[in-house]
């Protein structure tokens, strides 16, 4: 011990201090976890962005196979009086074959204060008309689904890199270290386009998509599985003895090798897991929210697809509201390539998939809008492309990227706008043209990250989101 003189006052006894020496140290452990979490959850609720963050979840629903712009959200009156005429393209006359010009079967209606121009085929839609920006200059590289799904996603057409979901919950953290960053509600054992759409490619693995079913469990084994003769009491200690030999167990692997960051990324998974178990039934739990709000989503439909839908749009705003940083929707299953890729029956297709999808959409914007949520949760409504104004016969479209349209709501979008244009029979964007890379430029950017500077190293090179393209669309942001 330190000697003493007679008199001397001790100086205060701080509570680090305290904690450093008592019990051997491990109160200075347990604070150092708390203040290692506190600092975790400012990152994660946006005091690191590059700049004012105008929204701070995303809710992407993705509307697989390629939706008709020139039947929802980009009227064409010159389609209408070429009706049925041969195809002419004056930017490439030799493609004209047998095709013909097709116009739309659905009537269009100007919606809202805004009067935005939305056919029938989105009647619920139509009705946040002014909650809407639609981009109709949307371009896409290749007329191929698997390409076009990979592009949306992760910003190439090379399998490997992470996805926009990834990104987003590298960049910002989560805000519930109980539930993962980055969610996909899925209706199948796969989810469209394969799970490289939804891999967080060479970032840390814990920030890949975690797939939520859409019937039943929604988590595979996310409960311990009981052993012979254990009691709830048992069931749980003896899980935590075996977390915590894997855990000792991937540490010592992770010091041989130099402390690798996917080892210490897996780690990080079966903790992650471990939490879920708890508070994932919870969150999912839908017999907490009241007949108005089953309703409004369409839950209470007799169509097993809408219903489907419904839930997990529902569910989608509980994991924003519980602190998710990124939701995936994808669609009820369709045609082999894709719920709206209707090279043929197209009437019949796209209004069977929009009866599916259209109530539930416009509910979440409804139910996010009247909790207050919608103005720090971006919507993202988009396919991987359009789909031709022409036909080879009377009943179909074939795929389209060369315009398309797509639209975003709340977190920071200014409601009722309409952006860009395509010609006067929606073939070409010819006004304002929107990349894939500029529409990921622009996400981020409500986000409140700067998609030049989040970047990641790997292979000797720092990689972005948006490779060394992108512009921001600073037209729809209020």
């Known amino acids: 011990m330190t000697p003493t003189c007679a008199g001397c006052v001790a100086p205060p006894l701080s509570r680090r201090a305290m904690l450093r020496a008592s019990a051997l140290g491990l109160g200075s452990l347990a604070l150092a976890a708390l203040m290692a979490e506190d600092r975790t959850l400012a990152h994660a609720s946006g005091s690191d962005t590059h700049h004012r963050a105008r929204a701070r979840n995303v809710i992407f629903c993705f509307m697989d196979g390629g939706v008709s712009h020139v039947d929802s959200f980009d009227p064409k009156p010159e389609l209408d009086r070429r009706d049925n005429q041969l195809f002419t393209d004056s930017r490439n006359p030799t493609a004209m074959g047998n095709r013909r010009w097709l ?11 805004s009067g935005m121009p939305i056919s029938d085929l989105f009647p619920h839609i ?21 390409t076009g799904v990979l592009f ?14 990834s990104w987003v919950n590298y960049g910002l953290g989560s805000e519930n270290r109980n539930l993962p960053g980055f969610v996909v509600l899925n209706f199948g054992v796969v989810p469209c386009g394969g799970m490289e759409n ?30 012979v003769g254990e009691g709830p009491g048992v069931r749980g200690r003896v899980q935590q003895a075996q977390l915590n030999l894997l855990r000792a167990q991937d540490a010592d692997f992770a010091r041989s090798t130099g402390g690798d960051r996917a080892i210490s990324s897996a780690i990080r998974n079966y903790e992650l897991a471990y939490r879920m178990q ?11 929210e009241t007949p108005a709000t089953h309703r409004l989503y369409g839950i209470d439909s007799a169509i097993a697809s809408k219903r489907l839908y419904g839930i997990q749009c529902l569910r989608a705003r509980r994991l924003v509201e519980s602190g998710v940083r990124f939701v995936e929707i994808t669609c009820p299953p369709g045609a082999s390539n894709g719920t709206w890729d209707q090279h ?17 959409i416009a509910g979440l914007i409804k139910d996010l809008k009247q909790r207050g949520l919608l103005d720090e949760t971006l919507i993202i409504w988009a396919g991987e492309f359009g789909r031709t104004p022409h036909s080879a016969g009377r009943d179909g479209r074939d795929h389209h990227p060369e315009g398309f349209s797509i639209w975003l709501a709340g977190g920071g979008v200014k409601g009722g706008t309409v952006y860009g244009a395509t010609d006067e029979f929606g073939m070409h964007a010819v006004y304002g043209i929107c990349t894939m890379h500029d529409l990921h430029a622009t ?13 990641y190293r790997f292979g000797g090179r720092d990689f972005r989101l948006t490779d060394v393209h992108g512009n921001v669309v600073h037209e729809v942001i209020a």
């Open 103 to 113: 116009k739309s079967p659905w009537r269009f209606r100007q919606r809202g204060q």
């Open 126 to 146: 139509a009705s946040c008309a002014d909650d809407l920006a639609v981009i109709r200059s949307m371009k896409a590289d290749l007329p191929i689904h698997s």
């Open 152 to 165: 949306l996603h992760t910003g190439s057409n090379n399998a490997g890199r992470p996805s926009l979901g």
């Open 198 to 227: 939804y891999s967080s490619g060479f970032l840390p693995a814990n920030h890949q998509a975690t797939l939520f079913h859409a019937e039943g469990a929604p988590i595979d084994n996310v409960l311990p599985s009981p052993l």
């Open 278 to 288: 708890s508070l994932v039934p919870d969150v999912l739990d839908l017999a907490r």
């Open 344 to 360: 043929g029956d197209l009437k019949r297709g796209h209004e069977k998939n929009a009866l599916d999808t259209d109530q539930a």
């Open 443 to 455: 996400i981020l950017h409500l986000l409140g990250l700067d998609h030049e500077r989040l970047t």
